[in-house]
C-alpha cells in the first residue's frame, strides 16, 4: 500500500485555535510568542473542556475563548461535534493541542486532520498517553524530552515534526522533570507553529518534513 502524501500549505499569516486543559504555560508562552514583531500566527481562540488557569490566559490576553466540556454533552460522539464547530467558528488555518487532555474524535480530525499540532512531554513514540512524566520516571530512562507532532486518529502516534531531548537527573521527581521538559515544549512549539504557518508540512506516510526556507 502506497503511503499516503499530505501537503499542508504555508498559511501565514495563520490563524490559530489553542486547545488546552490545564495551567495553560504553554498557551502564555505562544500568546506571547505571536505578540512579537513579524510572528507568522495569530492566536484568535481559546478552547477548554474543563474549568482552568488557561481561560484566565485567553481573558488576560483579550482572546476569545469556549468551553466545550464532556460532561454536559450526552456522550464522545456529541461532545466531539460540538467542539467541532465551536472551533470551526474562529476558521483556523491551524490549530494547537498544548496541554488539552482529550483525545479528538473522529468529527473533528475529519475537519481539521492534517492541520492539528501537539505537544507532548515526551520523546514519542515513548511514553505516549495522558501521563507521559510519570510514566518515563517510573521506567527510569536517564534522557525524556519534547516531541512536537501532527495529530491522527490514534494516541500520539502522528507524524513528528520536531523533538528535543531532556535530562532526567537523579534527584528529578515529577514536577521538577515536568517543568524543565516544558522550559523547552515553550521554545519549540512556538518555534515548530511559526514554521508550519511559513512552510507548510510535506508529509508522507509516517514522515513529517517542514520544507527548508527558500531564501
Ligand atoms: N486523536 C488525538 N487526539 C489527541 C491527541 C492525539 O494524539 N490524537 N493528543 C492529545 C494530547 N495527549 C498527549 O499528548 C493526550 C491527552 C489525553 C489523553 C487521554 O488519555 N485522555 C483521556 C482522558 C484523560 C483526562 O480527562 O484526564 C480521554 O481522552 O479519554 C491521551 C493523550 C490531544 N488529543
Ligand atoms: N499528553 C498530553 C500532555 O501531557 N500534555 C502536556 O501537558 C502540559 C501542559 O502544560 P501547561 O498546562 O503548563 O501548558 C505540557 O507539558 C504538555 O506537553
Excluded at 505562544?30 to 500566527?41: E, N, T, V
Excluded at 474562529?90 to 498544548?98: F, I, K, N, R, S
Excluded at 495522558?130 to 502522528?158: I, M, N, Q, R
Amino acid at each position: 500500500m502506497t503511503a499516503s502524501r499530505d501537503q499542508l500549505p504555508p498559511t501565514a499569516p495563520a490563524k490559530v485555535v489553542v486547545l488546552a486543559s490545564g495551567t495553560g504555560s504553554l498557551l502564555r508562552s505562544l500568546i506571547d510568542a505571536s505578540r512579537s514583531d513579524g510572528y507568522p500566527a495569530r492566536i484568535v481562540a481559546v478552547g477548554v473542556d474543563r474549568v482552568c488557569p488557561a481561560e484566565e490566559h485567553a481573558d488576560d490576553a483579550g482572546i476569545a475563548r469556549f468551553r466545550v466540556a464532556l460532561r454536559e454533552h450526552p456522550d464522545r460522539s456529541a461532545w466531539d461535534r460540538a467542539l467541532t464547530d465551536a472551533v470551526a467558528a474562529h476558521e483556523p488555518d491551524l490549530v494547537v493541542t498544548a496541554g488539552f487532555m482529550k483525545i479528538l474524535g473522529t468529527v473533528f480530525l475529519d475537519r481539521f486532520g492534517g492541520r492539528i499540532i501537539n505537544t507532548h512531554p515526551a520523546l514519542l513514540p515513548s511514553f505516549p498517553g495522558a501521563h507521559a512524566v510519570p510514566d518515563a520516571l517510573a521506567y527510569g530512562v536517564k534522557v525524556t524530552g519534547s516531541t512536537v507532532h501532527l495529530v491522527d486518529g490514534g494516541v500520539d502516534t502522528g507524524p513528528i515534526l520536531a523533538q528535543e531531548p531532556v535530562p532526567v537527573l537523579d534527584e528529578d521527581d515529577e514536577t521538577t522533570l515536568h517543568e524543565r521538559i516544558k522550559v523547552v515544549e515553550r521554545r519549540l512549539l512556538a518555534e515548530v507553529v511559526a514554521a508550519v504557518a511559513t512552510r507548510g508540512v510535506v508529509s508522507d506516510g509516517r514522515k513529517a518534513v517542514i520544507p527548508s526556507d527558500r531564501t
